[in-house]
């Protein structure tokens, strides 16, 4: 079992910066791949960004390229996503996911563990 917190959500105007953190607790953190989802208002959850257990590898929606960073720090069994740029459709609730996989994954169906997810809001 593991357990996620994520941190970091609030208001901020377009073209503005924001940092989501993880922090995950339970089973060790460093043997999962750490994704970022969001949900926005009336759609359905969709990925956002992945990385892998050991930080190599990373992968990103089309629509956040360029303008988010997904990283993590194992000592700190934390996953971030640094949001720069931010426009009005990033406007969502960011969730963080644990997947016990052996590569990263961009599917919602891989991921175990769910965090309750943080809100943030973009105005223009």
């Known amino acids: 079992q593991v357990q996620l917190v994520e941190s970091g959500g609030g208001l901020m105007q377009a073209g503005g910066s924001l940092r989501l953190s993880c922090t995950a607790s339970?089973?060790?953190?460093?043997?999962?791949?750490m994704g970022w989802f969001r949900q926005p208002p009336g759609k359905e959850r969709e990925f956002v960004a992945a990385?892998?257990?050991?930080?190599?590898?990373?992968y990103y929606a089309d629509s956040v390229k360029g303008r988010f960073t997904i990283s993590r720090d194992n000592a700190k069994n934390t996953v971030y996503l640094q949001m720069n740029s931010l426009k009005p459709e990033d406007t969502a609730v960011y969730y963080c996911?644990?997947?016990?996989?052996?590569?990263?994954?961009?599917?919602?169906?891989?991921?175990?563990?769910w965090g309750q997810g943080t809100q943030v809001t973009v105005s223009s």
């Open positions: 990385i892998s257990r050991s930080g190599d590898s990373t």
């Open positions: 339970g089973r060790t953190f460093s043997a999962y791949n």
């Open positions: 996911a644990a997947d016990p996989s052996i590569v990263a994954h961009t599917t919602i169906r891989a991921y175990d563990y």
